[in-house]
């Protein structure tokens, strides 16, 4: 299989029997040496010693009074963050329940958002190991990256919003349209975001850290269909239930009996079309897709609404943007109640 997302940190983990991963020292050990926790050339001798210690041995337990004789308030923070989300991970049997118990438990996170990101991006590379179709993996980069959206009525394009950002500051800021996206095959001009299509699909695993290949999400194109596939897949390796998702370019169903937003603007959104509430145009042209999700056995549903399909929605950000959320997958599915 063609090697990607090197960057992921999948290589420092072991896979278990069940196709799970278990967290390792060098997983961990990796966190220590991103710039947040890294020693400067201002750090003190006790932030060096702990810092030193940790490498050492990413697990060993860190007393309250190490922490406080660190001088830089910033870098007593950061160590504290990291000790916070090595207990979480620490107390799970693997990363992926690790991961699931995040939002499942409440009570918030206490440590950097980003590092959820980190958990999608691995899981999600350990989920989709023995795939080898592009359009799925750009796909998944949806997962733990925020994209940056172009929408007119002929085409929807997600962009990822860093390397957008790169280019756009390569070319100064000038805007190019969406029509010219289309007709080139590429975005932002001269250091080019290619758009993912059948005639490029093999530079994917070459520049698969670069994340800096455009999706086109249009109904009956294949960004759409590929997302539904990782959807599914991510879905039955946390849940082991077996479910099928397609593209739908509208809900008509009187019997709609549940629904999830893949976002907070989708959420929001698809409640007030369920309650029939007043929607301006506005608003409801943020939508960008819908998803019908349907269980290939229906005792895995609650019962009360088993054999009815959900309904999945994305939506364009205020700002522009999609962030996904793959956690509301996982955590608002009416699953049966286990026996």
Avoid at 146 to 165: G, S, T
Avoid at 216 to 234: H, K, Q, S, Y
Wanted: with cysteine.
């Amino acid at each position: 299989m063609p090697e990607f997302w090197r960057n992921s940190g999948y290589q420092l983990l072991t896979r278990g029997e069940d196709g799970f991963l278990r967290l390792s020292d060098e997983f961990l050990r990796a966190y220590l040496f991103r710039p947040e926790l890294a020693p400067v050339e201002e750090s003190c001798q006790n932030e060096l010693r702990l810092h030193e210690a940790l490498v050492d041995r990413p697990t060993r337990q860190v007393d309250t009074s190490e922490l406080a004789v660190v001088e830089d308030e910033d870098a007593r923070q950061n160590f504290q963050l990291f000790l916070n989300f090595r207990a979480r991970l620490q107390r799970a049997e693997n990363l992926e329940q690790g991961y699931l118990e995040l939002f499942r438990t409440g009570g918030g996170i206490d440590f950097p958002p980003l590092f959820v990101d980190h958990l999608a991006h691995v899981i999600l590379r350990n989920i989709l190991a023995e795939v080898d179709d592009s359009f799925e993996l750009r796909a998944g980069e949806m997962f733990f990256r925020e994209q940056d959206v172009r929408k007119n009525p002929d085409a929807i394009l997600l962009i990822d919003n860093e390397a957008a950002e790169i280019r756009r500051q390569q070319r100064g800021g000038s805007p190019i349209s969406l029509l010219d996206m289309l007709r080139t095959g590429s975005i932002l001009g001269a250091t080019e975001l290619e758009i993912l299509a059948d005639d490029n699909v093999e530079k994917y695993f070459q520049r698969s850290e670069a994340f800096d290949f455009a999706l086109d999400l249009t109904f009956g194109r294949r960004g759409g269909t590929a997302l539904c596939r990782v959807m599914e897949r991510w879905i039955t390796h946390f849940l082991g239930a077996a479910v099928q998702i397609e593209p739908q370019e509208m809900i008509d169903d009187e019997r709609w009996s549940w629904h999830i937003g893949l976002d907070v603007e989708a959420s929001a959104l698809l409640n007030d079309l369920y309650a029939q509430n007043d929607i301006d145009d506005e608003r409801r042209g943020r939508l960008l897709s819908l998803y019908r999700l349907t269980f290939n056995d229906d005792a895995d549903m609650r019962a009360d609404i088993a054999g009815r399909p959900v309904y999945l929605g994305l939506c364009i950000g205020a700002n522009g943007r999609l962030r996904f959320k793959p956690q509301n997958l996982l955590v608002n599915l009416p699953l049966a109640a286990p026996a």
